[in-house]
Every structure is written in structure tokens, then in C-alpha cells.
């Protein structure tokens, strides 16, 4: 069974940096099938993917235009696990982050989902 | 990017009743839409993919329906623990999008 644990905090100041991260147990960060995603959740934009990052013979990133310019995420393989990083934060990124599994790349459903963590953008 | 539109916003059901709930993309997604159950304070459960395919462990009151652009979730007899929101994802296109949610309350 598949669990992922999030961990980071949950109060950021603005244009500081938003860091979290996603262990995983049960699979394997380096799978050459699932990729491993963050998405948020506030009550002014729903929910809305981020980004993710996958390995197939090497490791790639994707990212959401809306915050392409500013976010990072990437593997630990050492760990087994997978962080994200989002640059010069305002109040609009305060929102509950998630990470997720996306089965393989042609079945980009989430299953399953980190316990999710509020982080407040405030001074 | 394909914007996804569910019906109603909230829908007042008595238990042992049937809802239908209702999502609406912008442009054809196939059948790649999946459909999740959120509890307050729990992250979002998948509980359906390829429109009509239950996600391990999903009972069967809850079934999957549509292609292309007109997509319902039906619950067949509604249980005390089903009362959520509910919300609709397209992944045929990217970036992938989630609808807005509908919110299932007991009458």
C-alpha cells in the first residue's frame, strides 16, 4: 500500500521560500511509471496542479504555467522521497499543499494523497 | 487549458437516496476523467478514473458515466458516510484541471 507523509511549515513569510516534502513508502521515486505531483488547495482557486516530477531513464520536471517562473520539485533518492520548492511566495499562495501519485503517464489520476499541509503566506 | 464545470454547487439528499452529480468540460477529455470524494479535513480520495472504472476499494453504490464533454457521478443509495464534496478531474489535456466541486449535505 502506498502512503505518502508531507512535512514542512506551515507559515511563510512573503517572498520568502515555501519548501515541503513528500516521503514515500511503499513505491519507489525512481519509477520508471508513476510520477509524483503537488497540488494546492484554497477556496479562491480550487484545487490546481503544480507541477511533477517523474524518472524515465532520467529524471524530468513539469510545471504549471501559472507558477513555472518560480517553483522547483524534485527527487530524493536517497530518501525516497520528493520536495517542493516555491520562490517568492505572496498571500495568494496560502493555500493546503498536496503531494500525490499519478499512476503513470497515461493515467494521470491522483491515488494516493498526502495528509496535505496548510501553509499561511504572512508576515 | 480545459475548464471543468460541475453541477449543482450543493445537492440536499435524504440517506437511502440516489444522487447524480454532474461535470462538464470545455472540450472533449475522452473518458480520461476521474472523480474524488473530500471529507473536511482529509485530503482527496479517488474514486473513479477512466469515467466508469471504480478505484480499489470503492463500493459499488458509486458508478461512473460519459465521454467527451458530459460526464455524472451517480451514488445509488446514499450512506451517512458519503456526505462530502465531490469533484471532477480531466487529465486528456494538460495542464490537468479540476472542476469546482459539488457539495453533497443531508436534507
Known amino acids: 500500500q502506498v502512503q505518502l507523509q508531507q512535512s514542512g511549515p506551515g507559515l511563510v513569510k512573503p517572498s520568502q521560500t515555501l519548501s515541503l516534502t513528500c516521503a514515500i513508502s511503499g513505491d519507489n521515486v525512481s519509477s520508471n511509471s508513476a510520477a509524483w505531483n503537488w497540488i494546492r488547495q484554497s477556496p479562491s482557486r480550487g484545487l490546481e496542479w503544480l507541477g511533477k516530477t517523474y524518472y524515465r531513464s532520467k529524471w524530468y520536471s513539469d510545471y504549471a504555467v501559472s507558477v513555472k517562473s518560480r517553483i522547483t520539485i524534485n527527487p530524493d533518492t536517497s530518501k525516497n522521497q520528493f520536495s517542493l520548492q516555491l520562490h517568492s511566495v505572496t498571500p495568494e499562495d496560502t493555500a493546503v499543499y498536496y503531494c500525490?501519485?499519478?499512476?503513470?503517464?497515461?493515467?494521470?489520476?491522483?491515488?494516493?494523497w498526502g495528509q496535505g499541509t496548510l501553509v499561511t503566506v504572512s508576515s | 487549458e480545459i475548464v471543468m464545470t460541475q453541477s449543482p454547487a450543493t445537492l440536499s439528499v435524504s440517506p437511502g437516496e440516489r444522487a447524480t452529480l454532474s461535470c462538464r468540460a470545455s472540450?472533449?477529455?475522452?473518458?480520461?476523467l476521474a472523480w474524488y470524494q473530500q471529507k473536511p479535513g482529509q485530503a482527496p480520495r479517488l474514486l473513479i478514473y477512466?469515467?466508469?472504472t471504480r478505484a480499489t476499494g470503492v463500493p459499488a453504490r458509486f458508478s461512473g458515466n460519459g465521454s467527451g464533454t458530459e460526464f455524472t457521478l451517480t451514488i445509488s443509495s446514499l450512506q451517512s458516510e458519503d456526505f462530502a464534496v465531490y469533484y471532477c478531474?480531466?487529465?486528456?489535456?494538460?495542464?490537468?484541471?479540476f472542476g469546482g466541486g459539488t457539495k453533497v449535505e443531508i436534507k
Open positions: 477512466g469515467a466508469s
Open positions: 500525490a501519485r499519478a499512476y503513470s503517464s497515461s493515467a494521470n489520476w491522483f491515488d494516493p
Open positions: 478531474q480531466q487529465y486528456n489535456n494538460w495542464p490537468l484541471t
Open positions: 472540450q472533449s477529455v475522452s473518458i480520461n
